[in-house]
Structures are given as structure tokens and as C-alpha cells.
């Protein structure tokens, strides 16, 4: 159950932004510099580098934009000087967002996160402010027509927290950060196809809001995620079915 919910609720935020191709391939080569830049060019040393990899395969990026993004992270081109910041703020009715960005350029991020933050009627909060409220963990979706009992086998074995079958018959688990990639390995050496992955902030308790707040919170969240610095954006508001069926 709760592993449905964190999951339908990034989903629906993330098929929107998904939409947006530029901004996907943007923020993956981000993500596939800086975790080199962190860990090393070398995919079977860098975990992170690893889900990076598996992320840019799945938006259908070529392996040579996959490579050069590596390879300027590890120091063998010439790029920008990024740094990964994480906003903190309060949007209406007090819904807490957590915003996670890659810049190279602190002083031009944060004015821009504040001015989403202000024209929407929230705030920008000061590390700390709202972060207690989320925790980072592993989400993994695993494509429907698996076989059930071994992927929930296969999972709770290699340390899954949470699992959770859902409408479409895909089994979503959410895991510690530190079991994540080991749950995705020993599932990929049985041939368990993997739809999505990440390690993402979740909110431990999610707050409902009327309809009118609801709708102001999501262009909150849109106006963020479309800043060119935004990797990701998470909120502990838990969108209801009317307020999507009136998105749609």
C-alpha cells in the first residue's frame, strides 16, 4: 500500500516531466557527469553511475552522448563545474517540497527557486526546514507478467523494505538507498524485466489538500521542475483522484 502511493504519486509528476524530452536528456547528462565526477567513469566501481546509465538507456540516449557525459564527469573533457544543491521550502497550505538541482551557478539557482516559490504564494525554507519530513529511498518498478512470488522472493532476500503490487500488475519496491542497486542486480541475474528505478526523496507521511490548494501546489511543482537546474521534485502532498481527473 504505501509503496503504491510513493509511487503513483512521483509517477504522475514525472510522466508530465517526462513529456518534456529536452529537459529528460538534460538532466540525465547532468546526472551521468556529476556521478562520475563522484565516483569515477567506471560503471562496475560506481553504483550510482550504474542507475545513471540504466535511466539515459531507458530515455533512448545513444551510447556515445552517454559516454562523452561520463567522460567530461571524469575528467577526460572540458565542461561546466557542477555542484549538487537541495532546496527545502514551503509551498500552499504549507505543503512541503524538497527540490534536488545541479548547477554551476548557486547564486542563479536559488533566485530562481525562490521566485517559483513566491509567485506561487510559498516560501523558500533554510536547510532543515522541511527535510525531517522525507527520507531517501530505493524505488524499484518491476514490469507487469513477472513472476510474483519470486520477484517479492528474490526482493525481501536482498533486503526490499516494501513491496507492493499494483493495478497494472507491475510490483513496485522500496528499499534502503544502500540495498537498492544489490535488489536490481540480483533481479536482473533471474532476467526480471525493471520499468523504473531510483533513489528519491519520499515524504514519510503525506498530507491532503482541498482542490483549489491541490492545483496551486502541482504549478508550484511544474514551475520548479521546469527550471533548467531541477533533477527532481518531491512533495508530501497526496494529489487526489479529482484533482487529476480535472488535470486530465
Known amino acids: 500500500m504505501a509503496g503504491h502511493s510513493k509511487w503513483a504519486n512521483i509517477k504522475h509528476r ?18 551521468l557527469t556529476v556521478a562520475a565526477k563522484l565516483g569515477g567513469g567506471v560503471p562496475e566501481d560506481n553504483p550510482r553511475l550504474r542507475t545513471a ?18 567522460q567530461r564527469g571524469a575528467g577526460g573533457l572540458e565542461g561546466e563545474n557542477l555542484e549538487e544543491v537541495t532546496f527545502e521550502g514551503y509551498g500552499p497550505g504549507g505543503i512541503a517540497v524538497m527540490i534536488e538541482s545541479m548547477t554551476d551557478n548557486n547564486n542563479r539557482t536559488v533566485a530562481e527557486v525562490r521566485h517559483a516559490f513566491t509567485k506561487s504564494g510559498g516560501n523558500l525554507g533554510t536547510n532543515g526546514s522541511v527535510a525531517y519530513l522525507f527520507e531517501k529511498k530505493g524505488l524499484i518498478r518491476v514490469q507487469s507478467g513477472q513472476n510474483e512470488d519470486l520477484v517479492m522472493e528474490l526482493a525481501i532476500d536482498a533486503g526490499a523494505e516494501d513491496m507492493e503490487v ?18 536490481k542486480k540480483v533481479l536482473a541475474d533471474k532476467e526480471i524485466i525493471v520499468e523504473d528505478s531510483e533513489v528519491a526523496f519520499i515524504p514519510e507521511n503525506t498530507v491532503q489538500a482541498d482542490l483549489d490548494t491541490s492545483l496551486k501546489v502541482f504549478k508550484l511543482l511544474e514551475s520548479l521542475e521546469d527550471l533548467d537546474d531541477t533533477q527532481a521534485v518531491t512533495s508530501n502532498v497526496d494529489f487526489s483522484d479529482e484533482m487529476l481527473e480535472h488535470l486530465d
Do not use: C, H, W, Y
Not at 514525472?14 to 538532466?27: C, H, I, N, P, T
Not at 546509465?53 to 561520463?70: C, G, Q, V, W
Not at 493495478?167 to 519496491?173: C, F, K, L, N, Q
Open 14 to 31: 514525472k510522466g508530465r516531466q517526462d513529456a518534456k524530452r529536452g529537459k529528460v536528456f538534460s538532466v540525465l547528462i547532468r546526472e
Open 53 to 70: 546509465i540504466d535511466k539515459a538507456l531507458s530515455a533512448n540516449m545513444t551510447k556515445d552522448t552517454i559516454e562523452r557525459a561520463i
Open 166 to 183: 499494483n493495478e497494472d500488475a507491475s510490483i513496485s519496491v522500496t528499499s534502503s538507498p544502500e540495498d537498492f542497486e544489490n535488489i
